[in-house]
Nanobody, 118 residues
Framework: VQLQAYGGGLVQAGGSLRLSCAAS????????VAWFRQAPGKQRELVAT???????NYAASVKGRFTISRDNVKNTIDLQMNSLKPEDTAVYYC?????????????WGQGTQVTVSS
């Protein structure tokens, strides 16, 4: 699986952005997918996940503001980000992971910068 993220940019606090991640590979629908982010000087953190079955989970800091979705026909993963805050500023990465025969297969996109100004 290859992943390419896009859609980042500069937005004012309270605004919205939509990130997308395009995936290649015939078995994309079998992967759990997620968005992570990494702010300067901080560790990468999990933002949101969506399983192959469509179940979602969110970090407490973004719950109610961000929505993760996937389209297994188009092979895309989206992250709709509303009510953005300056603390959401980070490089955002999409991730696809699958446990197969006892081994994790884990793939990352290249990251897209999101900057929220106050």
């Amino acid at each position: 699986v290859q992943l390419q993220a896009y859609g980042g940019g500069l937005v004012q606090a309270g605004g919205s952005l939509r990130l997308s991640c395009a995936a290649s590979g015939r078995t994309f629908s079998k992967y759990a997918v997620a968005w992570f982010r990494q702010a300067p000087g901080k560790q990468r953190e999990l933002v949101a996940t969506i399983t192959s079955g469509g179940a979602t989970n969110y970090a407490a800091s973004v719950k109610g503001r961000f929505t993760i979705s996937r389209d297994n026909v188009k092979n895309t993963i989206d992250l709709q980000m509303n009510s953005l805050k300056p603390e959401d500023t980070a490089v955002y990465y999409c991730n696809a992971a699958r446990l197969l025969f006892g081994k994790w297969f884990n793939y990352w996109g290249q990251g897209t910068q999101v900057t929220v100004s106050s």
